[in-house]
């Protein structure tokens, strides 16, 4: 019997699916979440706490560090060759030199054990661990070598069973002592090293992969989505990464030597192009070094152009380090030139993620001092100490910027954080200057093409027998005399001192009497201060800190800054009438007066000097300033932007008085320092960074002397650094400030080696300000703290100048205090990706400031292109041809698609809603616990595009593959609000109609041009040169229609509108755009004159 039509509906005159045919996933996936949203959105509870995550570390408390030694590591040796590097001095002078300064003592002992035949199991196969167990207690000289020769480069004793099981089991349970916060963080000092293991082979001194079993441990025992492994050996650790190639709950980021291929382990898999498969594309890192001596600001560049930002991005639960030192001074396998001192610098920045939870087993290091040394200073930064300055540091390689670059490249598609390098079109001409071009920073000099070279032996033949003696690279005597000189040299220019006492603060009461008598709740307000001193109470901080007395600072310090005549005028305030500090006030910009502000402002100079000389003369390492009035807008003759004496600048002279050659100044706060600046553009000594709130010259103090260009005069040339942020309204968040760090203000800052820091600690830029309207988080300004602890020894003294929401102050700065005293960091929940305003800044800061600091080689124009993918002819073997779907099934991917729209269409104004609330929904699962979903990056696998048509992408299709775009805040699905008030001031489209060539009244660009629908004069938008902003500002003429996509923005309402009033301007746009009326879509059709 035939079937009718109808007999293919279902009840609700929809298609039937056939049985074989389920829902599709990603249709259940979208429904799901957008139903979650709308349901939370509805429920009374819901409401987002700004301060959530930062209340949250109340109980976030520094730590013990594990440490996992022991005797039984010595027992693995090779019997036939006394001069093996792989030998048990690498565990025994590690040791000696953790002992000598007194590191061990300061650690929770870990005893090391046996792994178990079924933990070695998880990734590797019963032959394998058969083979060794056999040699377990065996004595035949021979036989043992002859085993070892089926294996490249490894040696087997009667004790190497053992060891290697002890290795693992240890390096387990230091990771599980790690994820159950029964310590901090921890080192386990063990051998063999396993990152050259893989599931069916001994390799490179390597029996049992110790962090491939410990990171799959951390996954399956221990719950954890998101493990990074860092992978800082001089060889590619391609044990680990085959193991976890095709697992996206695991990156692995290996930085190692690889000259293009010709370096061991030789493989090709080595290279930068090698991302990771299936669900983990984009989880794999490969930077290799293709010379020999690379250094420190190469392995430092590392860090900040990639690892850092990418890490941020991936949130790790946890952080594993196969560290191995071959890459240190000295070692003859390695042939590079890393201090010891710097592997304190790589472990202290991975120690700001992950809640601090770093786990650090010890792989390679063939100079047994540079290893022993690196060893030390890697478990000191894990105590606590502070990380040893770099000094002298050069700029990194050419050959390792073009690494790093080819490596950014490759991860583009999968990391948003990495869009700081521009693109371009390699077949474009480049002598054609077009628009976008003209307003670049680039010349056509500064385009990069990465390249994979490979010089090595694609496929080598395995030996019959690998070399067992005089099988690896030794050192000629007289370079071993140069090295053991340098690290001598090294060793003795290093400051490993520090004090006990970790922070100091400087706060009294009195300064609350400075208060405006006119304004009661003047922005500047005493209870500023009272709420941080309070919120540091809260969290119990005072206690854990040194309070310094009150103390004023004496004329003579304040006019180390300031013009006597100024001062004399701010002195005789104390006895002038409140009629008469009005109209002193009203001679400066933006400033109050009264009787105390004197007294005030001398307490604040004070104090801040105070804290000063504690860090300078090792009492303290670091110090906090609560005092106001603040400084930083203050000129040497005059009061300026609630600043009376530049705090700053005055302990800055007062430093340098004291002897001191370098000091860094980082002002954060979101108004230009004009007055520190122009107290320092001259002075080479004092190095001045601003990031600020700038809306080209019209954000206070509304001068150019905060742009980009002004890098200061004379000797200063070069030491003034100004970000200065343009994206109008402020909005500036978590992911431009890590941005403007990693790429601008650590690399110049670890150049400039200062021997103290101080940070103009303003906090307006912190979300709710009601001055500042930016979106950092509280706990960001931990996280930049931290970021510059790391430089002069620790030193860093912070100074409080603006912010006045009183909450975000308060919770602030007590992240900063928090982070001075070692206590773990918070992940940062919030948006994590640099918005394109900021990106155009950094990119002309860099071409501004690269021609002082040489470290700032990565501006840089990258194809648009795949370079890469190289074509292979089509496979002429025969393909099972796929199965023609059915018309039914494919009626119901069609329904399904309706579907799919009709809930967006339902839902999307409450998820819009929902992603501004709470830009991680992942995280909002009504319990206070972070979700375990993980944060993934953006792919576009090979198997997606496989089975994708040509052509545009269906509805279902498209969110499917940007849904996690969707939830991370970096695209979003606007629905324009039905009606807005000022529907009203819309004007009748004029008689000639519009021209949607028209250019820009200001510019004459036709770029992004959109029209007034008040006077309709046509100006370019934001993303151009802001012209129809500033008609706005200027004519208050609130609605705007964009030629691009015919929306409308209502500058008032700061939303986009549509309705059917709007209808003739849209229209008469399309009719221009495109010779034809626009559908009506707006119900029953109005006629219109």
Not at 514 to 530: A, C, Q
Request: charged share 25%; with cysteine.
């Amino acid at each position: 019997m035939e079937k009718s039509a109808s007999d293919n509906l279902n009840a609700a005159g929809r298609p039937r699916r056939s049985p074989r045919t389920g829902p599709s996933e990603t249709l259940l996936k979208i429904k799901k979440s957008m139903k979650q949203k709308a349901e939370q959105l509805k429920s009374p509870d819901f409401v987002k706490d700004d301060y959530e995550v930062v209340q949250s570390t109340r109980n976030f408390l520094k730590g013990t560090t594990g440490i996992v030694y022991d005797e039984e590591f010595s027992k693995h040796y090779c019997l036939w060759d006394q001069n093996y590097p792989e030998c048990p001095d690498r565990n025994d002078y590690i040791i000696k030199r953790c002992k000598d300064l007194g590191l061990l003592k300061l650690c929770t002992r870990i005893p090391a054990r046996a792994a178990t035949e079924d933990e070695i199991l998880e990734l590797h196969s019963q032959e394998l661990l058969d083979i060794l167990k056999s040699t377990d207690g065996e004595e035949n000289f021979d036989y043992l070598e002859e085993l070892s020769s089926k294996f490249d480069s490894v040696h087997i004793n009667s004790g190497t069973y053992r060891c290697a099981l002890y290795a693992a089991g240890s390096a387990i349970d230091l990771i599980d002592a790690v994820c159950t916060d029964k310590v901090q963080n921890g080192m386990a000092i063990i051998r063999p090293p396993g990152h050259h293991a893989m599931e069916n082979e001994f390799c490179g001194y390597c029996f049992f992969n110790n962090a491939a079993l410990a990171a799959n441990y951390a996954m399956k025992k221990i719950g954890l989505d998101r493990v990074l492994l860092v992978d800082w050996d001089v060889h590619h650790g391609q044990g680990t990464q085959r193991m976890f190639y095709d697992e996206p709950r695991i990156i692995y980021f290996s930085i190692h030597r690889y000259e293009n291929g010709k370096f061991w382990p030789e493989l090709r898999e080595s290279d930068f192009d090698y991302v990771g498969e299936k669900s983990a594309r984009g989880f794999n890192f490969n930077v290799p070094i293709n010379t020999t001596g690379a250094s420190d600001s190469d392995y430092l560049s590392i860090f900040q152009q990639i690892l850092i930002p990418m890490a941020y991005k991936y949130d790790p639960e946890l952080i594993i380090v196969s560290a191995g030192y071959d890459a240190a001074i000295g070692c003859p396998e390695g042939e590079m030139n890393v201090s010891p001192a710097c592997f304190a610098h790589l472990t202290a920045h991975l120690m700001s993620l992950a809640r601090g939870k770093v786990a650090v087993l010890l792989e390679g290091g063939y100079c047994i001092d540079s290893l022993a040394e690196g060893a030390a200073l890697t478990l000191r930064t894990l105590i606590g100490a502070p990380a040893p300055a770099l000094h002298n540091l050069g700029h990194p390689m050419d050959s390792v910027v073009d690494s790093i670059l080819n490596v950014v490249y490759a991860h583009r598609p999968y990391w948003h954080c990495f869009q700081l390098q521009e693109s371009f079109s390699v077949s474009e001409n480049p002598d054609t200057k077009n628009e976008k071009k003209a307003i670049t920073y680039f010349s056509d000099a500064n385009r990069y093409i990465p390249k994979v070279k490979f010089e090595g032996v694609l496929e080598k033949v395995k030996p019959a027998a690998y070399e067992t003696r005089n099988c690896y690279p030794v050192l000629k005597p007289e370079d071993a005399l140069k090295a053991e000189e340098k690290l001598e040299y090294l060793k003795s220019i290093t400051e490993l001192s520090y004090p006990v006492d970790r922070v100091a603060i400087a706060y009294n009461e009195d300064m609350v009497v400075h208060r405006s008598p006119v304004l009661v709740d003047h922005p500047e307000k005493p209870e500023r201060i009272l709420a941080i001193y309070d919120k540091y109470e809260e969290f119990g901080i005072i206690n854990r800190c040194v309070m310094l007395p009150k103390r004023l600072a004496a004329k003579k310090e304040i006019l180390l800054a300031h013009k006597e005549s100024y001062v004399m005028e701010i002195e005789k305030t104390a006895n002038l009438s409140q009629d008469e500090l009005n109209t002193m006030s009203n001679t400066y910009e933006s400033v109050y007066l009264h009787q105390k502000t004197y007294e005030c402002a001398l307490m604040a100079a004070g104090s801040l000097i105070q804290v000063v000389d504690r860090v300078i003369n090792r009492a303290v390492r670091s110090g906090v300033a609560i005092v106001r009035p603040p400084g930083h807008h203050a000129e040497s003759n005059a009061a300026c932007g609630f600043c009376i004496f530049n705090n700053v600048a005055i302990a800055a002279k007062h430093a340098l008085a004291q002897g001191l050659k370098r000091i860094l100044i980082v002002d954060w706060d979101v108004h230009h320092g004009n007055g520190t600046q122009r107290m320092f553009e001259a002075d080479k000594r004092v190095l001045y960074i601003s990031l600020h709130r700038y809306n080209k010259g019209k954000f206070f103090p509304s001068s150019t002397d905060g742009n980009y260009d002004k890098v200061g005069i004379e000797e200063g040339v070069g030491f003034n650094v100004n970000i200065p942020w343009n994206k109008p309204g402020g909005g500036l968040t978590d992911g431009d400030y890590i941005a403007a760090f990693q790429a601008v203000i650590l690399p110049i800052a670890y150049q400039f080696d200062p021997e103290l820091v101080l940070v103009s600690a303003g906090f307006d830029a912190c979300i709710n300000d009601p001055i500042g309207s930016c979106k950092l988080t509280p706990e960001m300004y931990g996280h930049m703290t931290y970021w510059l602890s790391t430089l002069a020894n620790g030193r860093i003294v912070l100074s409080l100048e603006g912010g006045y929401n009183i909450t975000s102050t308060a919770f602030a700065m007590t992240q900063c205090i928090k982070a001075l005293l070692g206590d773990p960091l918070p992940p940062l929940t919030s948006v994590l990706t640099p918005c394109p305003s900021a990106l155009e800044t950094l990119r002309a800061v860099l071409a501004t400031q690269e021609k002082y600091w040489s470290c700032l080689k990565f501006n840089k124009l990258l194809p648009e292109e795949d370079v890469l993918t190289v074509k292979v002819p089509k496979v002429t073997s025969p393909v099972p041809e796929k199965e023609p779907e059915k018309e039914e099934e494919k009626e119901v991917e069609k329904e399904e698609e309706k579907e799919v729209e009709s809930e967006i269409v339902e839902n999307t104004e409450d998820v819009n809603e929902a992603v501004e609330a709470n830009p991680r929904p992942e995280d909002a699962n009504g319990n206070g616990r972070r979700s375990n979903q993980r944060r993934v990056p953006l792919r576009n696998t090979d198997a997606d595009n496989a089975s994708s048509p040509p052509g545009r992408p269906t509805l279902v299709e498209f969110l499917s593959e940007n849904m996690q775009r969707l939830l991370n805040e970096e695209m979003f699905a606007v629905v324009p609000l039905p009606g807005c008030p000022h529907l009203a001031e819309v004007q009748a489209v004029p008689s000639s109609g519009i021209n949607v060539t028209t250019p820009c009244a200001d510019c004459e660009t036709t770029q992004e041009n959109w029209i007034c629908l008040v006077c309709y004069t046509v100006h370019c938008g934001r993303y151009v040169n802001e012209h129809m902003v500033e008609h706005n500002a200027a004519t208050r003429h609130p609605l705007t229609l964009s030629f691009t996509d015919l929306s409308v923005w209502c500058y008032v309402c700061e939303a986009y509108i549509d309705n059917m009033v709007l209808y003739p301007a849209k229209n008469a746009v399309h009719r221009s755009k495109f010779g034809s009326d626009l559908e009506w879509s707006y119900g029953e059709r109005q006629v219109y004159a």
